[in-house]
């Protein structure tokens, strides 16, 4: 079997100018294209608060449905949240939560069509959707942890495709 072909690595930080400062990326030059990005992650919780979790008891509602909505919404407002992240303007966005015997496992999946690409929509979009249900299960179990926040792959752009390998 062929062995896929190295990542590519910058030479140099995108978001960092001259004299060291913080900078937003000039895309003005850049090519609209399609942008897909997933990410995904997880939060391990006890059985005991999964437990009140798949019964739905807990005050605040159904635990994933509010984590989902948070995530989407997240995604949409990065910008807000990460200062040198241009807004965009989304054309889809999918927020899966799935219980797994550990607690969930997040996934997103951000679509746009744009100059830049939607990496970090869709891992703001996870990150949110765990500190939502942390946030709802945390008088449950407070030793949650929110873990494995990661992107999966990407598509579109000049810097190409990418997938992570296991």
């Known amino acids: 079997m062929p062995k896929a072909p190295a990542p590519k690595t910058a030479t ?3 978001h960092v100018g001259r004299n060291s400062r913080a900078r937003m990326v000039d895309v003005t030059d ?24 798949r019964e739905h008891s807990l005050e605040k509602g159904p635990v994933t449905a509010v984590a989902r909505f948070a995530g989407i919404q997240a995604a949409k407002r ?8 241009h807004p965009l303007l989304l054309s889809q966005v999918d ?6 015997p550990f607690g969930f496992e997040i996934t997103a999946t951000v679509k ?14 996870v990150s949110v959707a765990a500190l939502t249900i942390y946030d709802m299960v945390k008088a449950a179990d407070k ?15 000049k810097s190409g495709d990418y997938r992570r390998s296991s």
């Open 95 to 100: 927020v899966v939560i799935i219980p797994r």
């Open 78 to 85: 990065t910008a807000d949240a990460i200062p040198m992240c």
């Open 112 to 125: 746009t069509k744009g100059q830049t690409g939607a990496e970090m929509e869709a891992l703001h979009a």
């Open 30 to 53: 850049k090519a609209e294209t399609v942008r897909e990005a997933k990410a995904s992650g997880r939060i391990t919780i006890s059985k005991a608060a999964m437990a009140l979790v």
């Open 12 to 14: 140099k930080l995108s």
């Open 143 to 157: 030793k949650m942890v929110i873990s494995h926040i990661r992107l999966d792959s990407k598509t579109g752009g």
